[in-house]
């Protein structure tokens, strides 16, 4: 899962720890979902995104581990 | 409340649960240690709900939670595979015919007693507590504690 948590900050002029205050979490919390370690639950998803008034897939982009195929002998 | 006057506070009381650990071991007193500790705890809880930073969220909780999951699953297979053990050799009754067990060599050695076996559960008892502490430790690495940034 890819975000552009990092520049919707930038854009709006908003620190990590500003951010974890207004969403209801930790620093370390926006600083592991910036980096790709966790990710964040619909719940937090949303209000990260309303934060910034933009829609989840604005913030968050959705990439499949490795594509699933079938092969056929 | 701020989370590092929190954190300084359950440092005072460690020390002081130790400190009456202590007492209670000189003075043979078992009562005073387990009171400590019970009060400790309430102590620390109420502490806790005056602490107006955000300590815990989604993210610490999942640690929590995986980590507690991850030692559930190792304990009961430890202690399940030693209590079976020690339930067969306490429950050891000769189905066979008695002639077969005329030799007094016939029944197992005791390897540990029913007191030794409680003392050893006891040990996987505490065990636990580190298995729950290196699985903690794991998890909020893999879900980013302790990653630095610029800010």
Redo the contacts between chains.
Sequence with gaps: MKNKIKVFRAMHDM???DL??VT???R??I??I??G??V??L??AFRIARTFNVTIEDVFQYEAAAPITVGID | MRKNSFYLIVGCIALALLAVFWYSVEHHIRFITEAAFMVAIVLIWFIRTNVTD??E????TRITEQAAVRTFQLFWVILCAFSIGAVMQILYIPSFPQEHFANATSRPPVILGPRLMGFFQLFLLCLMIFLYVGFRIYYAR????W?T?E?
């Design positions: 620190t990590q720890e974890a205050q209801g979490v930790t370390q919390t600083l592991a910036e980096k370690k966790y964040p639950s719940d937090l | 955000i300590i969220d989604e993210r610490t893999k879900y980013g504690d990653e940034d800010e």
